[in-house]
């Protein structure tokens, strides 16, 4: 994972040989293993290239990486499928290659086509002044656009900064293929076209269609000096699933269930769905498909670099490599199960259960004196407030996630005893959320701007940051995860009607609203999530991994009728995530497989602990403090 960034001037007056101070920080921050800068200048037009690597598999490259011809390339992606990459070599030194051999746009699309896994890219082409860019099919993985208001510079990155008071400044490039843009006809003409790419299905899908309303979308936020066009060939990218299987029972949806009787126990009701023949081997091929996802993402690791051999063998001393963000909720249930499978089995995993303060009470005396002494809120907690903490604040924290979380940890160590499960409870005063927010997260969540975007933004932060307690019956101690993979399981709702948005959809339209429902989830999932999620995770220097997004989990899923992956004819906690629920089950996965879906800015309680009148879709005034406050110093 890394940090990336190209700043491009068509004139010397909007030149600068370095990044500004705030945007190169934040670079940083994300790729804390190698750090390099390249300018490359030409008569009518400077691009200052600046990467940074967080190291992951194979040898550390360097980046940004240039061939003899002048080629430059950043990329800030994993190759997990698609490319053949060997586990002791490195992703972008493959990619480079490829695109070196690159005779024309066609092999460059064919490329890209080609790679599963999450990336972003930045691609300049000396000979020819092209500039291309872009994000998976998904946008697993963040880059942002500025455009200088007078045409005259600007700038891709994977994260923005704050440098006045005006709104919006970044914006993210949208997930809807690959761009294109000629800098020296930009530079001649004042006025910049960038050309499209689009993803297209192979099938008979109406590409012209789709591409209009992408240009429209697209277009409505650009300066009038910046314009999208659809490339002149046609040509365009292969998406990487297959679509949504759209069919539809012919029988009223009771019959598939109609020995089901609504008394029975939930359980009972998972075991009649598993006693049936074809169910059972769907379910088989659902747990194998997301079994090959989680072991792509946590193998080929780092693993105990700063141990020598003979001490990553003792006891106590092996620290995790993968963390997961862990509610104890079915969707981390399941891919803590899978991951054990593939993780070393003397390894701990980390398991990240964020909660923040119910209510604000008086703190003691004593307490407050030793965090005045702590100079820095990001540091952990000595061992001794540590024992202070967690004996007066337990019920403080005592959140739904933290509950269901704390059942879920002995679930899994009944599941697998010989595992170290690193049950990492991280708690959150309003104090930090407040501080932390204004000084960084801010930056990281825009350019979304909703209270939904600040409660989970600001939830994920501090939940992958991963400083807090390991409270065992015989001990308390402070703990920081030093896992650089992080697995989330963002997208199992999105596509199994996890959402109470489906259930409605349901109630009002059938099947084929849910449908529809689902299809528009999987849609927008790049504008709306993921972007913020790689961000704030990727501020810490580590890398977000989506299971549930890996390309081959999603083919499968999308070829099943929509009956098979949920049924919302049965009550919550059993009828959305239907298919998951009953992989849990076969996993020996038994009170997690019943719980009902809870957001995770409730199930952490952050959004109680501020504004309780706001709606999720309000634009959130905290996220736009430190511009407000420039603003008025100015």
């Given at each position: 994972?890394c940090g990336?960034c190209?700043?491009v001037s068509?004139s ?8 500004e101070?705030d945007?190169?920080c934040n670079l940083k921050?994300r790729?804390p293993d190698s750090?390099?800068q390249?300018?490359?200048?030409d008569?009518n037009?400077?691009c200052?290239?600046?990467?940074h690597v967080?190291?992951?598999r194979?040898f550390?490259?360097?980046?940004p990486v ?8 950043l990329?800030?992606g994993e ?9 002791e070599?490195?992703d ?9 051999s690159c005779?024309n746009?066609?092999d460059?699309?064919s490329?890209?086509s080609?790679?599963q896994?999450p990336?972003?890219f ?6 020819s002044?092209y500039l291309?860019?872009?994000r ?16 005259k510079?600007f700038c891709?990155?994977s994260v923005?900064s704050?440098t ?6 970044w914006?993210?490039v949208?997930a809807?293929g690959?761009?294109?843009?000629d ?8 006025r ?8 297209k ?16 979308q697209?277009s ?6 910046v314009?999208?066009?659809?490339n002149?060939?046609k040509?365009?990218l ?7 299987n ?6 009223p ?11 029975l126990?939930?359980?009972?009701t998972l075991?009649?769905?598993l006693?049936?023949?074809h169910?059972?081997?769907v379910?088989q ?6 079994s090959?996802a989680v072991?792509?993402r946590?193998l ?7 141990l020598?051999p003979?001490e ?7 620290m995790?490599s993968?963390?997961?963000?862990f509610s104890?909720g079915?969707d981390?249930?399941v891919?803590?199960?899978?991951a ?5 089995v003397?390894?701990?995993i980390?398991?990240?259960?964020v909660a ?6 008086t ?18 907690p000595s061992?001794?407030?540590s024992k202070?903490l967690?004996a007066?604040?337990d019920?403080?924290?005592s ?8 059942a879920?940890?002995k679930?899994?160590q009944a599941l ?7 049950f ?10 407040q501080?932390?927010?204004?000084t960084r997260?801010?930056h ?5 701007d909703?209270?939904l ?6 939830a ?8 807090g307690?390991?409270?065992?019956p ?5 703990y920081k995860s030093?896992?650089?993979?992080i ?7 999105e596509q199994?009607?996890g959402?109470?948005r489906?259930r409605v959809?349901f ?7 849910l449908n ?10 790049s504008?709306?999530?993921l972007?913020r999620d790689d ?6 220097g580590?890398?977000?991994r989506?299971p549930?997004?890996d390309e081959?989990?999603?083919s499968?899923l999308?070829?099943?009728?929509v ?11 059993i ?12 996993l020996?996965l038994t009170a997690s497989?019943?719980l ?8 952490s309680r952050?959004?109680k602990m501020?504004?309780?009148?706001e709606?999720?879709s ?6 736009q403090?430190v511009?407000?406050?420039?603003e008025?110093?100015?």
């Open positions: 994972m990336i190209c700043s068509f010397l007056e909007h030149f600068r040989e370095d990044l101070k945007l190169l921050r790729g750090s390099k390249l300018l490359k200048s008569v037009y400077q200052l290239f600046s990467a967080l190291h992951l194979g550390l490259t360097a980046q240039e061939d003899e011809r002048g080629n430059v390339f990329w800030n190759v997990f499928n698609g490319i053949k990459v060997e586990a070599e490195n972008t030194q493959i990619m480079f290659n490829y695109l070196s005779k746009e066609s460059v699309l490329v890209f080609e790679v896994g990336w972003s930045i691609y300049y082409q000396a000979s002044h291309w860019f872009g998976d099919f998904f946008g697993r993985r963040s880059l942002l656009w500025h455009f200088n208001n007078l045409g510079s891709l990155s923005g704050q006045s008071g005006e709104a919006n400044q914006q993210e949208p809807s690959i761009f294109k843009v800098l020296k006809s930009t530079a001649i003409s004042r910049m076209v960038l050309k499209l790419y689009p993803w299905y192979i099938s008979s899908e109406n590409v012209i269609e789709d591409s209009v309303n992408n240009l429209t697209i409505a936020d650009l300066p009038t000096f314009s999208v066009t659809i002149e060939a040509l365009y292969e998406k990487p699933v297959g679509p949504l759209m069919i539809l029972p012919q029988a949806l009771e019959t598939q269930c109609s020995n089901i009787s609504s008394d126990p939930r359980r009972e075991q009649i769905f006693s049936d023949r169910t059972k081997e379910i091929q659902f747990i194998e498909v997301l090959i072991k792509r946590v080929c690791l780092p693993r105990d670099e700063n020598a003979k990553a063998l003792k006891p106590g001393c092996r995790a993968v963390a997961i963000l104890g079915i981390s249930m891919i803590a199960a899978l054990d499978r593939h993780i070393p003397d390894e701990p980390d398991l990240l259960n923040f303060r119910t209510k604000e009470q703190v003691p005396a004593n307490l407050n004196k030793k965090r005045s002494k702590q100079k820095n809120h990001c540091e952990i061992e001794e407030s202070c967690t007066d604040d019920k403080l924290f959140v739904p996630d933290r509950i269901t979380g704390r879920g940890l679930e899994l697998n005893p010989s595992r170290t499960w690193n990492v409870e991280i708690n959150v005063s309003l104090e930090e959320l501080k932390l927010r204004r997260i801010c990281l969540v825009q350019p979304l909703t209270v975007d600040d409660s989970i933004g600001c994920v932060w501090f939940a992958s940051r991963g400083i307690w390991l409270v065992t015989g001990e308390v101690k402070s030093n896992a650089k993979v697995l989330t399981g963002i997208g199992a709702d199994l009607a959402y109470s489906h959809r109630q009002k339209h059938g099947l084929e609203g529809k429902e689902i299809m528009m989830e999987l849609d927008r999932i504008s709306r999530n972007g961000r704030v995770i990727g501020d810490h580590k890398e977000a989506f549930f997004l081959n989990v999603v499968f999308s070829s099943l009728p009956w098979e992956k949920a049924d919302l004819t049965l009550p919550r906690g009828g959305e995530k239907l298919i998951l629920r009953l992989a849990a089950v076969e020996g497989a019943l009902p879906k809870r957001a995770m800015q409730f199930g952050i959004a501020e504004n309780n009148n709606k999720a309000d634009k959130c005034g905290r996220l403090i511009s407000l406050e420039k008025i110093n100015s």
